[in-house]
């Protein structure tokens, strides 16, 4: 089967996952979540931009618009570059024993934890605009955009997992701890921002606002 698993439909992209084979896995799955947040994101204010009521708030969305669908790509390009860092890792492998082997190993592993690091870091880029844009929605897409919010804090999740199952692989365990912790707080300010966006849907569905 070809890496490109992108070009799978939805079906069997969930086969492939399914599928006794490393890849796609975790990483893969997380960058895939990433870019469906960033689509309902999209969606939420495809339908809200171009209203007289919100015309006040047109450049915001402008900005906006184009944050969202280069998040949208960034998180697909994460997919193939997960794939990337698991397969050199597996090439790694095959290495002989000796200082070579465990110098390619730790770039390789140094490499899978780039990966989820950064879709941690889009994905907050993603909440933090999301949110920026709840207060500034088609009260009738709410219901998008906190599904939206709820998807980008599972990506921090799942690229939390990726990197604490990989920082005891690497040779300087004061960076590895350093990792993990920022690794924690990303996830904590992802939860707060989640609760924010929650909050402000809320209000809309309760009728309070």
Partial sequence: MSDDF?????RDFSAATADKTPTPGGGSVAG???????????????????????????AFYAGLAG?????????????ADDVAAYSYYQET????DGPDKQQAQQTATAAAISVPREATALALAVLEDLQALS????????TDLVAAAVLA????????????????????QQ?????????KNDVGRAKALLAKIEQAGDA??????
């Fill in 93 to 96: 492998s095959k290495l002989p």
């Fill in 32 to 58: 895939a979540v990433g870019m469906l947040a960033a689509a309902l994101g999209e969606m939420s204010l495809n339908f809200t931009r171009g209203k007289k009521k919100f015309a006040e708030h047109e």
């Fill in 135 to 142: 207060d500034k929605c088609n009260p009738w897409l709410i």
């Fill in 6 to 10: 992108l070009a799978l439909s939805v």
């Fill in 153 to 172: 804090a599972a990506v921090t999740q799942l690229s939390d997992l990726n990197v604490r199952v990989n920082v005891p692989s690497l040779a300087d």
């Fill in 175 to 183: 960076a590895g701890a350093e990792l993990r912790n920022a690794s």
């Fill in 67 to 79: 944050r969202l669908t280069k998040a949208r790509e960034m998180f697909a390009d994460l997919v």
């Fill in 204 to 209: 809309i569905l309760d009728g309070s606002q």
